[in-house]
């Protein structure tokens, strides 16, 4: 089974996530940020991912904490889940439309930490969620996976569409990245590790 279970504690947080990548059995976020929440459903149905997100952050200083540490728990789950990565795509990119948005996710489980994150995120907080720390997210996934990760809105005007987008073309990016593809022999580089 291609799963994993980390929680990370700190003076700042306490968060578990438990990941499956094959068994989009159970669902089930808790974050404290109602958006947040809503972001990582998505992702995690599009990607057909089982995701189970507890955690419990000084939301009374703001959501930063919460919100980057729920990304560097959710990239380690997706390395340890992993493993060696042999015969997965290692590939993957999708874009998702979200009424006048369109957002697109490039992803390379390369085992080399970069983001490029394009997107103008106008209005600064829906709910108790502040927009910028979408950026924060990516970055801690990408970093703490050892991934390339490429996200931009193209087009759109709505935020809340917009970062929408964006996590469900990361759902579905990672989706066909993961994905077992038995032609590839070992993993997918000349270099005979990713």
């Avoid at 959710?74 to 390395?79: A, I, R, T």
């Amino acid at each position: 089974m291609r799963s994993a279970t980390i929680t990370r504690k700190t003076a700042e947080t306490q968060i578990t996530v438990k990941l499956d990548l094959d068994q989009q059995n159970k669902i089930d976020i808790n974050t404290g940020i109602g958006f947040f929440d809503h972001m990582l459903n998505l992702f995690a149905k599009h990607g057909r991912f089982g995701l189970t997100v507890k955690a419990h952050g000084d939301l009374e200083v703001d959501p930063h904490h919460t919100v980057e540490d729920t990304g560097i728990v959710l990239g380690e789950c997706f390395k340890q889940a992993l493993g060696d990565k042999k015969q997965i795509e290692r590939y993957g990119t999708a874009f998702v439309p979200m009424d006048e948005t369109l957002g697109r996710v490039c992803v390379d489980l390369s085992g080399r930490a970069y983001l490029v994150f394009q997107a103008e995120l106008t209005n600064p907080r829906l709910g108790s969620f502040e927009t910028e720390t979408t950026e924060d997210f990516f970055q801690a996934f990408a970093f703490s996976n050892q991934m390339n990760l490429h996200a931009t809105i193209l087009y759109g005007r709505n935020t809340h569409h917009k970062i929408e987008s964006l996590f469900k073309a990361l759902g579905r990016a990672m989706r066909t990245a993961v994905t077992i593809n038995p032609e590839i022999k070992g993993v997918n580089s000349t270099k005979g590790v990713i």
